[in-house]
């Protein structure tokens, strides 16, 4: 439950949350993907919604549902359909949380046929998708607050403060799944966030929710 002062804290500011994983087609009936679930970036649309937000929401495949009526959701496969999208809504918001598991490679070309078992093995040629964080981090106004996550499975504060550093970001919101209870598919979680500043935040384990709650009081106290 929110205060009164809270609920306002975020009204009638526009804001844009990423969430889920992204397909990259094989052939029409094969992708590549990974465990992303949706599940902490539609809490966190549903905190930032909550507390006032207008919020977008483009995600990727998930069965996640939103509980917020008011969240506008657009629905991609791709990491280069999620690229069209962020750019067409990014440069009118204030906020960006930018929870999607975005793939890093995709398919050089897709089959237009299915491909079929009989060869002996199979080579899939891949190429680098662009990195939207990245894109928005450089193209980002003066007021406009950009949150990242990453996600590691070692040396995760390192690898973090480079993620916050290289994209420009105003937030870094460190997932570990070396943690226990942490992860893909999990209703807990546990981050630890960095700021531009390099304050450090560690939310302990706790439901998606409450940690969804943590992170927007951060991007609060960010405005
Ligand atoms: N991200 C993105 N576009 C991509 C890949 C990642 O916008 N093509 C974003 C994710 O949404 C996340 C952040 O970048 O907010 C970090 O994702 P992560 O996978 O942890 O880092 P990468 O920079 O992709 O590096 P690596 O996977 O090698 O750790
Ligand atoms: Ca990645």
Do not use: W
């Amino acid at each position: 439950t929110q205060s009164l002062s809270q609920m306002l804290l975020l009204a009638g500011k526009k804001v844009l949350v990423t969430a889920g994983p992204t397909y990259e087609a094989i052939d029409p009936v094969r992708y590549i993907g990974n465990h992303s679930s949706g599940k902490m970036g539609f809490k966190l649309a549903d905190e930032l919604a909550n507390l006032g937000a207008e919020v977008t929401l483009i995600s990727g495949p998930s069965q996640q549902e939103t509980e917020n009526k008011s969240i506008t959701r657009i629905n991609i496969t791709s990491a280069e359909e999620m690229l069209e999208q962020c750019l067409t809504y990014f440069p009118d918001v204030r906020i960006c949380v930018m929870n999607a598991a975005v793939a890093d490679f995709t398919p050089k070309t897709v089959s237009d046929q299915k491909i079929k078992k009989q060869d002996v093995s199979l080579t899939i040629e891949l190429k680098p998708t662009v990195d939207i964080l990245q894109t928005l981090g450089a193209q980002k106004k003066h007021n406009q607050i950009l949150v990242g996550f990453a996600l590691e499975t070692n040396d995760g504060e390192q690898y973090a403060l480079d993620k916050l550093q290289r994209k420009n970001l105003d937030l870094i919101v460190l997932n570990s799944l070396a943690d226990a209870g942490a992860g893909f598919k999990t209703d807990t979680n546990k981050v630890t966030m960095i700021d531009k500043q390099l304050r450090k935040t560690e939310t302990g384990l706790k439901s998606k929710t409450e940690v969804a709650a943590d992170i927007c009081q951060k991007i609060i106290e960010l405005l």
